[in-house]
């Protein structure tokens, strides 16, 4: 069973950076294609970046692209989000997904973390 956990957030200046964990304790998603997902209050749920089972496919919503940077570890069932150049409408909630299908993975992810706030101060 995937089990997502999530961890990183805090509060920090605008042009700060932080960097997301994610960890699946269940260790099953190693095959799965994981990414990251952000809601503000108020907002839906967006997505936010994406990365292939083998790490080589990687996506980026275009409010993020060059600040941000997502990679998986070693073992595969962690993935991170690096984030640079923080502004404050990147505040929001940060939600871990894994899907087995690619084609799923920005929509309808199957598995979610609970969630790590961010928060940027101008």
């Known amino acids: 069973q995937v089990q997502l956990v999530e961890s990183g957030g805090g509060l920090v200046q605008a042009g700060g950076s932080l960097r997301l964990s994610c960890a699946d304790l269940g260790r099953s998603s190693s095959n799965y294609h994981m990414g990251w997902f952000r809601q503000a209050p108020g907002k839906e749920r967006d997505f936010v970046a994406g990365?292939?089972?083998?790490?080589?496919?990687?996506y980026y919503a275009d409010s993020v692209k060059g600040r941000f940077t997502i990679s998986r570890g070693n073992a595969k069932n962690t993935v991170y989000l690096q984030m640079n150049s923080l502004k404050p409408e990147d505040t929001a909630v940060y939600y871990c997904?894994?899907?087995?299908?690619?084609?799923?993975?920005?929509?309808?992810?199957?598995?979610w973390g609970q969630g790590t706030q961010v928060t940027v101060s101008s």
């Open positions: 997904a894994a899907e087995p299908l690619i084609a799923q993975l920005r929509n309808t992810p199957r598995f």
């Open positions: 990365i292939s089972w083998s790490g080589g496919s990687i």
